[in-house]
């Protein structure tokens, strides 16, 4: 496998869908812990198919299938027991989650797009917050820097971020 297939690589694009495709699966498994084992079962199908995804399309799309498959699979075993969809709710269910992964893969490019705008000090203060997890305490502790100042630049830097997605969307027409 080619660097692109990494481990590392894999978690990311996961960890990045992970809330969207939890959400797709309850729509239709309404039982927390049997939609926990979807998602499970969804990721690891995913993790030993990672080679078949194609590069440069929606990790999210891919998934939201595979759950699709999962999902469809699960209720056909479940029998009577479990709570099944008609063939045009499930159509309807489908393209609705679709048209919204498409808004939040829009939304993602845009802030990705957006980031990159930022003056390297914000863009390492947001990386540090987010990407390696810091709360703005411990923050301010290692930047020696106090708490209130680093709430108020991080609140700057969100309505700077906030209002670039808002304006690309806008000229896409997303809006």
């Known amino acids: 496998m080619g660097d692109y297939y990494s481990r590392d690589n894999f978690m990311r694009l996961f960890y990045t869908n992970q809330r969207r495709l939890f959400a797709y699966i309850l729509m239709f498994i309404p039982n927390r812990l049997d939609a926990e084992d979807l998602l499970q079962e969804t990721a690891t199908w995913m993790w030993e198919n990672f080679d078949k995804y194609t590069p440069d399309t929606s990790f999210g799309a891919w998934g ?3 759950a699709r498959y999962k999902i469809m699979n699960f209720t056909r075993n479940a029998g009577n027991k479990r709570l099944k969809f008609r063939e045009d709710v499930v159509e309807l269910i489908d393209a609705r989650s679709q048209a919204e992964l498409d808004r939040t893969d829009s939304r ?5 797009n957006c980031l ?16 390696k997890g810091l709360t703005v305490q411990k923050l301010s502790s290692s930047l020696d820097r106090p708490v209130r100042g680093l709430y108020k630049t991080m609140a700057r830097i969100h309505k700077q971020l906030n209002n670039c997605i808002r304006q690309t969307l806008s000229l896409e027409g997303e809006i």
């Open 116 to 131: 990159t705008r930022l003056p390297e000090r914000d863009r390492w203060l947001i990386h540090l917050r987010y990407e």
């Open 108 to 112: 993602a490019t845009a802030l990705e």
């Open 64 to 66: 939201v299938t595979v």
